[in-house]
């Protein structure tokens, strides 16, 4: 049985950093692109970053560029977020999610980014960034 689980989250103030987790249980994480989304009450779930699973490039939102790093640890089956010169806008419920496939795009002919090109999606850890 598939299952991601996020892990990592928490109370921060802002400028204050967090790193997430997510490890990936009934299969190898290393053959599939892995997604961070995040949900704030009363918005949409946005696309926040995605490493791919063979050539392991990487793609963010351009809110978080320069602040979050996207990596895996293909040992320990686990894609982390580091989340650094956190902002009160970053606050959030974080998802990690694998649309079932390698690449997170393909040519830019696929966005990375769209919730429904994700198959499987992880319960979620709570950020909040507050002073």
């Known amino acids: 049985q598939v299952q991601l689980v996020e892990s990592g989250g928490g109370l921060v103030q802002p400028g204050g950093s967090l790193r997430l987790s997510c490890a990936a249980f009934g299969f190898t994480l290393d053959d599939y692109a892995i997604g961070w989304f995040r949900q704030a009450p009363g918005k949409e779930r946005e696309g926040v970053s995605c490493?791919?699973?063979?050539?392991?490039?990487?793609y963010y939102v351009d809110t978080v560029k320069d602040r979050f790093t996207i990596s895996r640890d293909n040992a320990k089956n686990t894609v982390y977020l580091q989340m650094n010169s956190l902002k009160p806008e970053d606050t959030g419920v974080y998802y990690c999610?694998?649309?079932?496939?390698?690449?997170?795009?393909?040519?830019?002919?696929?966005?990375?980014?769209?919730?429904?090109?994700?198959?499987?999606w992880g319960q979620g850890t709570q950020v909040t960034v507050s002073s």
């Open positions: 999610a694998s649309p079932s496939k390698t690449y997170c795009t393909l040519m830019s002919e696929i966005p990375w980014d769209q919730p429904a090109e994700y198959e499987y």
């Open positions: 490493i791919s699973g063979d050539d392991e490039s990487t």
